[in-house]
């Protein structure tokens, strides 16, 4: 069974940064797609960024390109999202995924908020 722990959410202001880390235990499999997801009241959860075991692939979603960075530690299984120049809109619930053979994963959530 895989588990995520995440952590980093928090209240910054217009134009801040926040860092979010990941990380998951349990069995993780070489080909382990990571990526985070977030989550506005009233909408659907989306995507937000996502990189591949060996980090080398990346993709994220337009709202978020040149301002956000998603990285990864294999010493330290950890998944990184670095977020700069934050705007209001930013504001959701930050959760992290894991997807491998077998299974696809969530974290419990973080809570970032921006205010303006």
């Known amino acids: 069974q895989v588990q995520l722990v995440e952590s980093g959410g928090g209240l910054v202001q217009a134009g801040g940064s926040l860092r979010l880390s990941c990380a998951p235990s349990g069995t993780i499999f070489s080909s382990a797609l990571m990526g985070w997801y977030r989550q506005a009241p009233g909408k659907q959860r989306d995507l937000v960024a996502v990189i591949t075991n060996s980090g080398s692939t990346t993709n994220y979603a337009d709202s978020v390109k040149g301002r956000f960075a998603i990285s990864r530690d294999n010493a330290k299984n950890t998944v990184y999202l670095q977020m700069n120049s934050l705007k209001p809109e930013d504001t959701a619930v930050y959760y992290c995924?894991?997807?491998?053979?077998?299974?696809?994963?969530w974290g419990q959530g973080t809570q970032v908020t921006v205010s303006s």
């Open positions: 995924n894991l997807k491998q053979l077998g299974g696809n994963y």
